[in-house]
């Protein structure tokens, strides 16, 4: 028979909350934790009010003041979409160059879609991509049209390297002319 732990449920609990308050006496070793300065969130960012502006559409991100906030210098990846690709759709501004930024410094080849008069800002996004070693395109056209959408999902595919793997995560949304299974 083998004898019972006498290690109570409490007792790991109790060390696995000594191991966290630690953690960050322990990050004291690491120079380049040490030499980071604290810093409130609330205070790195623009306050409201923001001055009156406006763009025709569709706008740009770089004309705006101040300008978003999309991870280009607060986001740092580890890594965990390393031989994945992506295609993203409005990859020039707001969430989609949020995610486009976030998937290339994740590891991941990224394609990104965008309407053709945002081609500033979709050129910044490739940078950025690129900037990281990735492989990163820009593909324009608008998703209005249901023949473009299907040239834009082979032409990403045709243009991101052989051996990559589609990103983990995807998501679809129907047509108006297609059905529930």
Not at 137 to 148: H, S
Not at 160 to 175: D, E, H, K, L
Request: charged fraction near 25%.
């Amino acid at each position: 028979m083998s004898e019972k732990s006498t290690i109570s449920r409490r007792t790991r609990v109790g060390s696995a909350g000594i191991a966290a308050a630690a953690a960050p006496s322990l990050a004291k070793g690491n120079p380049e934790m040490a030499t980071q300065e604290l810093q409130n969130p609330v205070d790195k960012y623009p306050k409201p009010p923001y001055k009156k502006q406006s763009q025709p559409w569709p706008g740009l991100a770089s004309k705006m003041d101040p300008r978003p906030d999309h991870g280009e210098e607060s986001y740092r990846g580890s890594g965990r979409l390393a031989g994945h690709k992506a295609l993203i759709t409005g990859g020039d501004s707001g969430m989609g160059r949020a995610a486009a930024i976030a998937f290339a410094r994740e590891g991941a080849d990224v394609a990104i879609n965008y309407f053709p008069a945002e081609e500033p800002d979709a050129q910044e996004v490739i940078a950025l991509i690129k900037a990281e070693g990735r492989v990163g395109f820009a593909i324009p056209g608008d998703l209005r049209d249901e023949a473009f959408c299907r040239r834009l999902v082979e032409d990403a595919a045709k243009g991101m390297p052989a051996g990559s793997r589609p990103a983990p995560r995807s998501w679809t949304c129907r047509t108006k002319t297609s059905t529930p299974p």
